[in-house]
C-alpha cells in the first residue's frame, strides 16, 4: 500500500475485510479511529465514535454496507470518544438483534445512556465469540486503561483492536506509524502520566504477546504495522510511568510518601471515575490531608464559562466569551508557573470574601487555553517550594480530567431537551416516579454523607376520586397541574417534588430540617385557606391536601424515610385531612 496515496475521505481497507472508516480531523493530535469488519449481515463496529465524526464514519461504512447490516458493536470503554454516537446510531437502525460487546465494568457504565440494546459481556463467554464464522478473541488488559480494558484479537487477520493502551499525540495525521522509534516517542508524553503502574502494563504486555499479531489497530494515534510491534512492546514494558509522583531535591520523606500515595490514588479516579464531582470532592480530600486546601475550583472554557467546585454537587455555566475570559486572566494564563493572587470571584461566580488562590492554566493537547484550576487556600496559610511542585504535578491529569468533562458537557448539552422528557411527569411537568428512583437515594447518601439535615414530604390530594366522579377527568387532571404548579411556585430552588403516583407527591428538602420543611409546607397550605376555592377550567373547585413530613435520623435508606412520611400521611388522614402531620 502507497500510505501517501491513501484517500482519507473513503474507507481504508487494512487487513482482509477490515476497514478503517474513521475521519481525519485537521489539527487533532489525538485523533479517534472506528474499525469496521465487514462479515455480511453480522458485520461489526470497533469502537463507533463521537458526534463529531460519526457523519463522516456513516458515509464510509455505506460505501460499504448498509447500516442495518452492523449486528455488533465493539465499545472498548465507556468514554464519549467511543460511545456519543450510539445514541443516534439506535435511533437509524434500531436495537432489535443489535448487540454491544464489552466487559462487564464496562456495561455497567454504558447501561445508564439507556439505549435498550442487548449486551454480550466477553469474560461471560470465556472471552471468546464466534460470529458468523468470524471468531474473535478478547485480551483482558485490566487498568491499562481502565478497570475492565480488553483488546479484541481477529484471528483471521491477525489483527489486534485496543483503546488508548497504543495511543499517541501526533504532530500531523498518519494512518500508519511510519517507523516505531518515532512513533513510540509521540506515545510517550501520554502514557508516562497515563499509566498508573509498570506493574499493570507490563501484565498487560505479557498477555498480548503470547497472541500472533500482524497488525495493531488502535483507536488513537496510528496503526502499528508487524515489524514495529517487538519495539512498541519492549520499550512499554520499560517506560517510566507515573512521572507525575517523582520529586527532586526534598527531604520530607514521610510528606513524600504520602504524596505519592495520594497522586496515585488520583490519577486512578481521574482515569477511571466517570462523575467530574466525585473527581472534584476525592481530590480535594486527598490533598487537604497534606496541604491547606479549602477548596477546589475548576474553570473551563466551552461557549462561556463552566466552573466545577468541590463543594457543590452540579456545575455552573457562565455566559461570558472566552475572549473576556482570556483578558480577565491574562496574569495567570500566560505565565508558565502557578499564580498565587487574592480574588473576589471566579467567573462572576462570587466568594464570599476575599480567598487566597494558587491558580494554573489548563491547555489542550493543541496548545489552547482550556481552563484554569484554582486551589483556593485556606486563611493565613503559607505554601513552601515542594508544595507548589505538589500542586504543579497535578497539572497534566487535570488537563486530561477538563478535556474530557468539556467534551462531556458540550455532549450533554445537546441531549438535556431528551434527557428532560424522561424524568419529568407529562401531565404535571414534576419530576417522575422513575427519577426518584434514580436520583432521591443519592440525595440521602449525600445527607449522610455530608452531615446535613434532609427531610421528606409525602403529600396526598383529599378526596381526589369524588374530583374525578363529579367533574370528570379533564377536571381533574387540571387540578393535578393546578397543585404541582402551586407546589413548585413554594418551594426552594434547591428542593425535588415529584409526582410519586395518581394524586400522591413527594418532595425532598435537602438541608432542611423538619421545622423547615413544614414551615415551606405551610406556604403552600396558606393558599388554600386563603380561598374558597380555585378557578379550575372556568369552575370554582375546592379542595384541599394532606400531608406527612419526616426528618432523616436513622433510616436505611430513603424508601425508609418515604414509607415513614407516607404513614404521617395517613394519620392526617385519619385525623380529619387538610392538615400537615410530623
Sequence with gaps: MNLRMIDYENPVEIADDIFWVG????????QCHTYLIKNGKNSILLDPGSNITWNKTREKIRKLIDLKDIK???CHHQDPDITACMSD???????????VITHWRTKALLVHYNWNVKFIEVESNNFKLDIAGRKLE????PYMHFPGAICTYDTKTKTMFSSDIFGAFTDEFKLYADNPQDYFEQMKPFHEHYMPSKEIVSAGIERMEKYDINLIAPQ???IIKKEFIPYIFKKLKQLDVGL???YGGYKNIRKLSKANEIFSDIINIIIYETDIFHKMDFMYNSIRKILPIERIVALGFRDGAFVFDSSLSYPIKVDIRYEVMIKKYKEIIFSDDCKIMELKN????DFKDNMKVCAFPARNSCGRIMGILFFVLEKDSFLRSIDFEILSNLKKPFEAMLNKELDFYATEEEKAKLLETSIKDELTTLYNRHYFNLLANKEFKKALRYKYPLSVAFLDIDHFKIINDTYGHNVGDAVLRHFSKLIIEKIRESDLAFRYGGEEFVLLFPNADKEKAIEILNRIKKQFDDTDGFNILDRQIGYTFSAGV??????KDIFELVNKADAKMYEAKQSGRDRIMS
Excluded at 138 to 141: G, N, R
Excluded at 346 to 349: H, K, N
Design 89 to 99: 446510531v439506535f435511533k437509524e437502525v434500531g436495537v432489535e438483534n443489535k448487540f
Design 72 to 74: 455488533y458493536f465493539i
Design 244 to 246: 507525575f509522583l517523582q
Design 220 to 222: 488513537h494515534g496510528s
Design 346 to 349: 471566579i467567573a462572576d461566580y
Design 550 to 555: 419526616v426528618q432523616l435520623d436513622n433510616e
Design 23 to 30: 475521519y481525519k480531523i485537521e489539527g487533532d493530535p489525538f
Design 138 to 141: 478478547f485480551i483482558f488488559t
